[in-house]
Structures are given as C-alpha cells and as structure tokens.
C-alpha cells in the first residue's frame, strides 16, 4: 500500500497510511478475504444517476449476489450507498438466493452524511447516526462499531430500514431546498433592490432555520444534492405521490447558470470573441469532483456564445481535461485572467478570496468581475476600476 488517494480529500492520505500501520486497515481486491473473519460487511460502492434521473443499482445488486455467494457464517450487511426505498429488502432476496447453506445474516441500512472536502471531520464528529435495523442482533453489533462516536455523545437513531434509507434522501432534498429557497430570495432581492446576505444572515439567526446552507450562488452541484433530488423524485412517483417542493428545488437550481451568463452579458455586452477567465471548476472548494458541476454548464453556455475560455482550478483541471480536452488550462488564477475581458468566480476557493486586483487591473484587457459566490462586495472592486457584479445583492450590481 503506497497510501495514494486516488481523489482529492484533505487529511485522508495521512489517515489511511497510520492505521496501515497500525495494522488496523487492510485493503484487498478479493471479497473472499476481506469477508473473512467479518462481522459486518459494509456496501460502499456508487448509486450513480441513470438516464432517466433514478439511482442505478447494478453495482450493488452485483455486490449483493456476491455477499450471498460467499458467505458462510452470521453477518451484517449494510448498505452505506444511498439507495431508493425498499432497495435493501430486494437486496436481502438477492443475497438470499445465492445462500448456500441457509446461514443467516441481516441487512442493514446505515446512510452516510459526509461532505466531500471535510468528510474526516464529518465522520468523527456527525450530529447523529442513522441504524435502520430489523433485528436486535444486527443493532447489537453497529452499535458496537460506533461506540467509539457514542462516547462522545454523538446521537444514534435506530429506526426500521426503509425509515433509514428516506433519512438520507430526505435529509440531502432539505439541503437542496434550503439552498434553492435562499437562491429564489437572491433573485427576488436583486428585483426589489434588497440585499440577500443581509436577509440570509437575520433568517439564520432563528434557530429554527439555522444559518448553514443559506449561501446563494450558482447553486447546488456535486454527487450528491443533484443525484439525491432527482431520485427521491422518482421514488415519490413510483409510490403514487409528488414532492413538487424538490422538483422546484431542482428547477431552480438548473436555471442559475443561464442567469449567470446574462450577467456577464450586462457586465460586458456581447459575449462573441470576448475571453472569459473562469476561477474554480469543482462543484465546490476542496476537491477535484465536478461532477454536476455549474462550471460544466457555465461552459457550455459561454462556448455557445463563441466566448474564449481560460480556467483554473487547484485541484479539478484533471477531471475537468477528460470531458473538455481543449480549454486553455492555466497555471495559476493570474495566468487565466491575463488579457481577458471579464473574470468569473466559479468556485470559492480559499486562494480565489484575496486576488490582487491591482495587478489584475493591468493585466486584464476589460475590468469585468462575476462573483458567483459573494466574496468581494462592489466597494472593493470599484476602487480599483472594475464593473462588478454578484447574486442577490441590489447594491452591488454596477450599472450596466
Ligand atoms: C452533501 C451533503 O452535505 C452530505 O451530508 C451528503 O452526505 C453528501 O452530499 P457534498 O455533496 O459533499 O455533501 O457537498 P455540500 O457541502 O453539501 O454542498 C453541495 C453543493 O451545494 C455545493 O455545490 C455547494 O457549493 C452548494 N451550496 C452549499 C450552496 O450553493 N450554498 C450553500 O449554502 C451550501
């Protein structure tokens, strides 16, 4: 083990090689030895979104027939990828009829919440565990696996199955709403002449909203949030019912980057010929996943309209290469804006927060700033020359 994370996750190199180590981690590309000796068996593999929006199960039916080939004394099996309702009753038939000798085993479903970017912090700190469990065994033994979190007060949730696997879905449609919601206030605001970071900042003060996920922008991305929606969605249509609440979220979210792009427009008029610097092509800082990305369909948009790009990002310019191969890829934010007539910040990350707009003043052939996550204010940019332009906030648009 040469303790290379395939992905980009802060801290999570370091983890693996000490407990390597340690001993206490062991990899395998063989199930038969890595079921061996287990009590629990933990499905980890991905749910990704199918054509029509559901969750696509053939990684983890595959996975479960396995299980059921193998497997030769009590164990639990959990589902750690999110999956639809009911998927780990169908899953429990599926190992079930690969069984052969009638040994028993029960399933369980143990949704994860970690974000990307932070997910070390996420897993040994979570605001709470979720066990869906049908047997006293099964709670036994998880409730063992997380004692470690339960001593430090982490609150543990046992619920039946198809309860837990709605948690998750349920808990990601809230996220996504939550970010809609104040998304739709950040237009409202620019029509009305409000300023949504104020009106963010005194909804999160009521501890009933909570101010986490109020930030406008260009909206949710990433393998979670947009697969999530899309999902429950279709789950609520099998069962008969709607959740017309996240259609709306998701209808929102989709119409941001066509907003984005009209902005530019007023920033900079026609948009034929013009470069376009993009800062940020990951879904979100700390990490190199664009996977629904705004930046994708930024892309698209600006390309439509015969713009030159020239993008940055610390972290996702790989992945990114592997769907567009012929951007001009820079080596730093400076390089990217040298000469372009308007600069977009796609993505907040940390070095994008304190650019030197002196330098960037001379360098770029337009003074033109799209902030698309609300990190500078217009005061600041106009000082130094620039038009300026960001979501939601009335006063800080400069006039066309
Ligand atoms: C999410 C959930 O937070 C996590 O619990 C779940 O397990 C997996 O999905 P993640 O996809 O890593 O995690 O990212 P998250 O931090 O939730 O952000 C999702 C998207 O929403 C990003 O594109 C982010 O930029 C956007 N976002 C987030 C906003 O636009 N505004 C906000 O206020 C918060």
Redesign the pocket.
Known sequence: VKGVIPFYEPGLDRLVLKNVEEKRLSFTTSLAEGMKDADVVFIAVQTPMSESGEADLKYVMKVGEEIGELLDDYKVIVTKS?VPVGTNAELKKVIGAKLKNGVAFDMASN?????????IE?FMRPDRVVIGVDSERAEELMREIYRPLYLSDTPMVRTGIETAELV?YA??SF??V??SF??EIAKLAEAVGADVFDVAKAMGLDKRIGS??????????????PK?TNAIVHIAQEAGSDMSIVRSAIQVNRDIPQRAVAKAERLVGDLAGRKVALLGLA???N?D?IR???SLELVKLLEARGCKLAVHDPAAMENFKLLHPDLNYCQSPYEACEGADLTILV??WNQYRQLDFNWLSGAMAGKAFLDC?NVYDRPHLEKFGFKYDCFGRADHSSPA
Not at 111 to 119: A, D, T
Not at 217 to 224: A, D, H, I, M
């Open positions: 999110t949704p994860e919440f970690l974000r990307e970017g932070s997910s996420d998750k808990s990601n996220l996504a939550k970010i104040i998304n986490k996920f109020l930030h406008p922008g260009l909206g949710f991305g990433g393998s979670c949030l999530d879904f979100k800082p990490t996943d629904s990305a705004a993505t907040e996550r």
